[in-house]
């Protein structure tokens, strides 16, 4: 007579069968169970994940939801660069850049910061902000309580513009789709646009910084604020009280703990 399991292990086993059916595996197999396995770890292998030790504190199904829907959003993100391919679409492509730098982060991230356009570091790396610019931006994460593989990094347009010029209107305009729709398949809570040109871009405005800043907007259904690009802050540190100012009206919005002031 095959051993009935317990009630809890039974348990145990149904959500992680639904887990696999929210990832859409379907497939098990019974494997006997061994002698010397303790009842509390009960082989159920699939026929795409063999040998998957079932503990009893599995995750909820919630926690498979969410599993399925990040590995959805990442697969969806691979299309949008697999769309964008080796672009040619506009005059950038011709103007010495290196590689397309198309974002990088969590797909269920639930802030992003978009900014402008590659500079050379970026260029070379294909990710954003990696250069001194990006330490700065790295930090003001930091900051918030959060690190970079929390957020998402995007820039208006993919490719570095000669010499880090300002990027043309129609450059942002061929480029900019693929950025929208980065920003409905990560769906976040909040967008920070970093700087006049990502704000003046996603806004369609055009007024100073210092107006733009210190209030939300509405961009496609998605709270959306402004505030200085960290390279602008590298040239104007007085600027940093102001930015921490933005991003403190962000993290409260996100439900992130308000410190009175940045960690150094
Ligand atoms: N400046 C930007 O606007 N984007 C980057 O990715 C780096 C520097």
């Given at each position: 007579?095959?051993?009935?399991?317990?009630?809890?292990?039974?348990?145990?086993?149904a959500?992680?069968?639904?887990?696999?059916?929210?990832?859409?595996?379907?497939?098990?197999y019974?494997?006997?169970?061994?002698?010397?396995?303790?009842?509390?770890?009960?082989?159920?292998?699939?026929?795409?994940?063999?040998?998957?030790?079932?503990p009893?504190?599995?995750?909820?199904?919630?926690?498979?939801?969410?599993?399925?829907?990040?590995?959805?959003r990442?697969?969806?993100?691979?299309?949008?660069?697999?769309?964008?391919?080796?672009?040619?679409?506009?005059?950038?492509?011709?103007?010495g850049?290196?590689?397309?730098?198309?974002?990088?982060?969590?797909?269920?991230?639930?802030l992003?910061?978009?900014?402008?356009?590659p500079?050379?570091d970026?260029?070379?790396?294909?990710?954003?902000?990696?250069?001194?610019?990006?330490?700065?931006?790295?930090?003001?994460?930091?900051?918030m309580?959060?690190?970079?593989?929390?957020?998402?990094?995007?820039?208006?347009?993919k490719?570095?513009?000669?010499?880090?010029?300002?990027?043309?209107?129609?450059?942002?305009?061929?480029?900019s789709?693929?950025?929208m729709?980065?920003?409905?398949?990560?769906?976040?809570?909040?967008?920070?646009?970093?700087?006049?040109?990502?704000?003046?871009?996603?806004?369609a405005?055009?007024?100073?910084?210092?107006?733009?800043?210190g209030?939300?907007?509405?961009?496609r259904?998605?709270?959306?604020?402004?505030?200085?690009?960290?390279?602008f802050?590298?040239?104007d540190?007085?600027?940093?009280?102001?930015?921490?100012?933005?991003?403190?009206?962000v993290?409260?919005?996100?439900?992130?703990?308000?410190?009175?002031?940045?960690?150094?």
């Open positions: 007579m095959p051993e009935t399991p317990d009630p809890q292990v039974r348990k145990a086993i959500d992680r069968i639904r887990y696999y059916h929210d990832l859409g595996i379907y497939d098990f019974r494997r006997p169970i061994e002698k010397s396995q303790p009842a509390s770890a009960v082989t159920l292998p699939s026929t795409i994940l063999d040998d998957t030790e079932v009893t504190d599995m995750p909820k199904p919630r926690t498979a939801v969410a599993t399925a829907k990040a590995a959805d990442e697969s969806d993100l691979r299309l949008i660069r697999e769309d964008i391919g080796d672009c040619t679409r506009c005059r950038l492509s011709k103007q850049r290196k590689q397309i730098v198309f974002g990088v982060g969590n797909p269920n991230a639930e992003m910061f978009i900014a402008e356009a500079g050379a970026e260029d070379e790396r294909g990710e954003p902000f990696v250069g001194r610019a990006g330490q700065l931006l790295t930090n003001m994460i930091k900051a309580g959060l690190g970079r593989e929390d957020v998402y990094i995007a820039n208006i347009i490719c570095r513009p000669p010499g880090n010029r300002t990027p043309e209107r129609d450059e942002c305009e061929t480029c789709p693929f950025l729709r980065q920003i409905e398949v990560i769906k976040p809570k909040a967008i920070v646009a970093l700087g006049a040109v990502a704000a003046k871009t996603l806004l405005v055009n007024a100073p910084m210092s107006e733009l800043r209030k939300w907007y509405d961009f259904g998605t709270k959306l604020a402004v505030t200085y690009h960290p390279a802050l590298l040239r540190p007085r600027q940093k009280k102001e930015t921490w100012k933005d991003l403190q009206m993290m409260k919005d996100l439900g992130l703990p308000v410190p009175e002031k940045p960690q150094e």
